[in-house]
C-alpha cells in the first residue's frame, strides 16, 4: 500500500496547545491528529511536501516559542518515514489551475497535483476540500 499524503493542519492541530477551551468538535480532530502523529512517531510512512512543512512551520512559529518550533520541524524533517517531496515551478503552476477549476486553495491543489504524481490516493486531512477530488480519498486516524 502507498503511503498517504498528510497535510500540514493534522501536525499543526497535534502540536498546538490551544489557548481557550476547545468545542466538542475541536476536541475530536485535536485527538484524531494526535493519533495520525501517534502512528508517524510509531514508524508509519507517509509523505508531505516542502510547502505543507512551511506551512506547518509559519503556524507553530506563531503560536509556540521558536525553539520548540524548531525541535518540531527538526524531528519531522529527520524520520525516515516521512518523505519530503520537492515542489517544482510546474507542481505550483498545475495547483493554481486546478485550485481554480475547483475552488480550492493553493496549498490543498498542490497535495493533489503531488499526490496524483506519486500514485497516492489516500489523504490524512481534516479539510474537506479533498472531497472534492473523485481519485482522492481522505482519512482518519482509524483507518
Known amino acids: 500500500m502507498p503511503p498517504r499524503f498528510v497535510d ?22 485535536k485527538a484524531h491528529a494526535r493519533a495520525i502523529v501517534t502512528r508517524v512517531e510509531k514508524g508509519e510512512s507517509v509523505v508531505t511536501s516542502v510547502v505543507h512543512l512551511a506551512e506547518i512551520a509559519n503556524v507553530l512559529e506563531d503560536w509556540v516559542p521558536l525553539e520548540d518550533a524548531r525541535a518540531i520541524q527538526t524531528g519531522l524533517c529527520t524520520r525516515e518515514n516521512i518523505d519530503i517531496l ?21 496549498a490543498d491543489a498542490l497535495a493533489v497535483v ?13 479539510d474537506q476540500d479533498f472531497d472534492r477530488f473523485g481519485d482522492i480519498r481522505r482519512v482518519g486516524a482509524s483507518a
Not at 86 to 106: I, K, M, Q
Not at 114 to 121: D, I, K, P
Open 8 to 29: 500540514a493542519s493534522v501536525f499543526v492541530h497535534a502540536y498546538l496547545k490551544p489557548r481557550r477551551r476547545l468545542k466538542p468538535h475541536e476536541r475530536q480532530i
Open 86 to 106: 520537492p515542489v517544482s515551478r510546474g507542481d505550483l503552476l498545475e495547483a493554481l489551475g486546478l485550485g481554480a477549476e475547483l475552488a480550492v486553495g493553493t
Open 114 to 126: 503531488l499526490m496524483r504524481n506519486q500514485g497516492v490516493r489516500e489523504i490524512y486531512s481534516f
